[in-house]
């Protein structure tokens, strides 16, 4: 369905907003902005479901400054909750810039530093709260927090929440509130989880929903290699890397924390350029330090885990590499959104060893397309598979055929049955 051509002055955004909106150099309001800031301001719930980097966080920030209008009393109207203390940083950078000629105050709530900045911005008086949920409910406790004036709550990449088990939280956090408030229900994924969240939470919604689940931004050019192991994957990066005019901004995505440092490591040895890990084992100061670097364009790559990565926006990433295949589809979708944003083009490459494309077939499936397949390239080092990782691979084959096929016995548990029944007959 084709969009009006509308431009923010027909959104009726107020005088600050439209020069706040004018420096930013947003020339026309992006289809998701067009579709949720005119229900926003219209005082409905709406779940708001658009791919990252689409343009979502102003299409929930711009109606909430309007509505919040100018510094009111000491307590907090409006409330947006973010998964990680990135994502705060980042809402609140967005806020910043938005909210430049009004004199609406705000503060950003998030562990991981000492609690005493954060609580002398609230006693200042505060207009609106963007929080992770812990030191939300954290500050609470410690009572120097009233929410009964929140207004407006806003849950940013509530996939995301729901997936990282702040349910409990959300619930604590929901029983501190008033019972009238708006709610604005934010979603890169129409997940089951969201729908349900929705369902319970949200009265009478309206949706804007600019596309279909889970479909990758247009921008994002994307294409996987099999490759057999983890040493060939290894220098097949270094390899890729090797031309910094073209993967000349990078995020490469590991599955886990060691693995990330593993890679770094590998990298700093191989590759021009500097190279940091952000993960959720880093301190504060140093996963700011290396975004801020890698945003500066100091840092050419960074490798990071899903946790530490979630909702970063970094312009004109060049691309996104996948070392390994996320488990969870959706998390696919989210790493390459990093890539792409806005109107900039960018590449997603996937390295996939044979146990992986079990969730390479998930990840198709959600996005209801297929990652093209390369041929490795001429002139890679391909590693002979160990021992241990040949068994590795094959036990997660194994596991895979068996979760699909309940009636499947398994290779090794029957080998592993066997060596049993052979110990005990040498007992007997
Ligand atoms: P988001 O989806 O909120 O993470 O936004 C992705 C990027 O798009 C951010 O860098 C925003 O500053 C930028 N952006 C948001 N709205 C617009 C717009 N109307 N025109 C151009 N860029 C925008």
Redesign the pocket.
Known sequence: MMVPSLT?QDLKLSKPLLQA?QE???????P??KKAIPLILGGNDVLCI??????????YLLPLLMKLNYATGTHPRALVLAPSKELVI?IAA?LETLSAHTDLRYACLYGGIGPTQQIEAIKKGVDILVATPGRLLDLHHREVLYLRSIKHLVLDEADRLLDMGFSAQLGAIFELLPGKRQHLLCSATMSAKVEKMAEEFLEFPEKAITTPQATPVDTVQQQCYHVPNAATKANLLALLLADSVCFHKVIVFARTRKAAEKVTHFLQRKVEGEVRVMHANKGQNARINALNAFKEGTVRILVATDVAAR?I?V?QVSHVINFEVPSLPEEYVHRIGRTG???HTGAAITLASEAELFYLKKVEKLMRQKVPVVPLPAGLVVTATSFEEQQTILRAIDWQRQKEDPSYQGAFHKKKRFIIKKRHSKHK
Do not use: E
């Open positions: 923010f909106v930013m150099g947003y020339s026309a309001p992006t998701i902005q658009a791919q990252t980097g689409t343009g979502k966080t102003a299409a980042q967005n909702g926006d312009i944003r806005a109107t």
